[in-house]
């Protein structure tokens, strides 16, 4: 089982949809949690982070985590076609000190 | 805001050939990673350090060694390149050791090897 895993899409939303991207991961002892956005042929670029179980809302975004169940999902609201791009999950996770482990990401494309 | 340099933005090199991927922050950050990034394989942990002459391995060190002599510098070393090893290589870093650290990437690196 990978550690962090996420459907690699393409996930199509039209342009004013509510576009729902998901990631699980493994670790039960992993603490925090991050969402980052990769346009093509740049680098990853942080949009949201979560630390606690429940809703975090910054905008348009919405982080959602639930440890017991191991998920974690990011939400669009109103998507743009400027969003269309690959969202990737990380976890961080102790082995021996600190490292981030990243899901292979969803494409995701917001049609106009 | 935090910058993240990596020295080239294309490289191409030749089978055999010892290549230097440089990456510098200028926030002073204790953290440095290297990780490849390629299709349907996201992207993979090579090395990282948490201090100056420190470094651990990541998932897929093989091939790869890392030199880390002042704390803004962290630089990926392949001693022997070879095609497997085409890819593109991002360096980040955290500024402290710890479960909540945010990583700030630089602008990568693509690497052909012919």
């Known amino acids: 089982q990978k550690e962090v895993e996420q459907n690699s899409g393409p996930l199509s939303v039209p342009e004013g949809a509510i576009a729902s991207l998901n990631c699980t991961y493994s670790d039960r002892g992993s603490q925090s949690f991050f969402w980052y956005r990769q346009y093509s042929g740049k680098s990853p670029e942080l949009i949201m982070s979560i630390y606690s179980n429940g809703d975090k809302e910054d905008g348009r975004f919405t982080a959602q985590l639930n440890k017991a169940s191991q998920y974690v999902s990011l939400l669009i609201r109103d998507s743009q076609p400027s969003d269309s791009a690959t969202y990737l999950c990380?976890?961080?996770?102790?082995?021996?000190?600190?490292?981030?482990?990243f899901g292979t990401g969803t494409r995701l494309k917001v049609l106009a | 805001d935090v910058k993240v340099t990596q020295s080239s933005r294309y490289l191409v090199k030749r089978t055999g050939e010892k290549v230097f991927l440089e990456c510098v922050q200028d926030?002073?950050?204790?953290?440095m990673f290297w990780y490849r990034q390629d299709p349907g394989l996201g992207l993979r942990l090579i090395y990282f350090s948490y201090d100056v002459k420190m470094k651990e391995k990541g998932d897929i060190p093989e091939g790869y060694s890392v030199s880390r002599e002042k704390k803004e510098r962290f630089s990926l070393i392949l001693e022997s390149a070879s095609t497997n090893q085409t890819s593109m290589y991002l360096c980040?870093?955290?500024?402290?050791?710890?479960?909540?650290?945010?990583?700030?990437f630089g602008s990568g690196t693509q690497l052909s090897v012919l």
């Open positions: 980040a870093s955290s500024p402290n050791r710890g479960a909540y650290e945010k990583l700030f």
């Open positions: 926030m002073d950050h204790e953290n």
């Open positions: 990380a976890v961080n996770i102790r082995s021996g000190t600190y490292k981030y482990i």
